[in-house]
């Protein structure tokens, strides 16, 4: 069943029924966010309009998945854990019903990244957070070269993301939500450099990436704390 909700998900243009699903989705969880977290958007306009990108936010709640979803109404695609896909059936069913992706974490998943390019190369955003799992404290973590990599090959920007709030709205371990304001912050894309040919010339162009990328997520991530502080 889940095979053929990624197939559709995966295609160029996914049917009717399934954007529906995650329009629906998206709508009853963003509210949420914009009722119980009071979540302030900023930055909708940075947002590509068409075609595909990634979208890089920084990493401190289970919530940051669906305060992302309030920066467009674009359906986006999501990597996830896989043991989150292991937990029970109708749960795998909902999140490959919505688009997500499963990824072996701690490991080389060569199934996700190809499934990564099917998805940028069908012109879909996808989001992937470079900060691996979520982190705590107000300093951006080292990132994963994931994001890049994927930018510099498949010739994509990056959407850098800065959230505030989220870590205290639903801190790592806790089931509560608490309703503590929210802001989410999306900086200008990144234009990846153009490279030759080879994982040599590749290389270095993915390092400054990631170097810029964690800047800017950092710059967002204290701008985002800052207004719901203010």
Known sequence: ?????????????????????????????????????RLVVVGRDKIPARGPFIMAPVHRSNLDTPIVAALTRRPLRYLGKDSLWKANRPVAWVLSALGGVPVARGSADREALRRCMRILRAGQPLVLFPEGTRQQGQS???????????????????????????????????????????????????????????????????????????????????????????
Do not use: N
């Open 1 to 37: 069943m889940t095979d053929r909700l990624e197939a559709a998900w995966d295609s160029p243009k996914p049917s009717l029924p399934t954007r529906a699903f995650y329009a629906a989705g998206r709508a009853l969880l963003v509210g949420f966010c914009r009722i119980w977290l």
């Open 140 to 230: 951006v973590e080292p990132l994963f070269d994931g994001p890049a990599y994927l930018a510099v090959k498949e010739g994509v920007p990056i959407v850098p993301v800065g959230i505030g709030g989220s870590e205290g709205a639903q801190q790592k371990g806790r089931k509560f939500i608490r309703p503590v304001k929210v802001c989410v912050i999306a900086g200008d894309p990144i234009l990846p450099p153009k490279v030759g040919e080879g994982r040599a010339a590749a290389r270095p162009a993915v390092k400054a990436l990631t170097e810029q990328l964690h800047i800017e997520i950092q710059k967002l991530f204290d701008e985002a704390r800052a207004r719901i502080d203010g």
